[in-house]
Each structure stands twice: as C-alpha cells, then as structure tokens.
C-alpha cells in the first residue's frame, strides 16, 4: 500500500482537532506535544500553534542511538521516555496546567 503524505497529513490533523475539541468540550486542558525532530512535525506543531493550540516540543538529539530499542526496532527506550516525561511535566508547570505539589502522589513524580 503507497503512502500518500499530503493524504496522510489531514487526517492527522483531522484527528488531533477532534481530541482537542473533545477536550475543550470536556474542559480538559490541550496541549500537543511532538517527539520526533522532523519536519512534519515541526510543521503541524506550527500548524496548531498558528490556530492558538497551546504546543511543545520535546524532541530529543538521537544520534548516538541510546535512546532507542536498537537491535530490536528504533521507538524510543525507557531512558528517551523518562526524557519526554520531564520535558513534558516541566513544561506543563512553567504554564501553570499542574502543579508540583499535584504531582507530588503520583508515582514517578518523586
């Protein structure tokens, strides 16, 4: 099956407008995160944040291969996980979605 990128690109954008209206519908704060430092995801955490999404980057320099499951396949590894969890819960607290002492039962928040 060929891939059709343009294709590809609207639904995913389809999609994350869906959840966030969703969200927004459920007064769930929105935030899209991107993990992969590309150009389409540069572009539609751009896209979004054009349209007043609140976004972050947390992509991480992967060059030396030690955040990956290499031999076994290239998605991130528990060490590249706990990186985009902090980027992430750092980010969340500079704009004052949680706070510290809300995280502060649950687990891996220590």
Known sequence: MKSHPEYNQKVSKALIEKIKKLCLENKIHFVLAGIASDRKTLEMLNYFNSRGTLVTDISLSNKS????????????NA????????????????????????????????
């Open 79 to 110: 060490y590249a996980n706990s990186y985009y969890a902090n980027k992430l819960y750092n980010f969340l607290i500079k704009n004052k979605l949680i706070t510290a002492e809300e995280m502060a039962g649950h687990s891996g928040s220590k």
């Open 65 to 76: 291969g030690i955040f990956s499951n290499d031999p076994y396949d290239g998605h991130p």
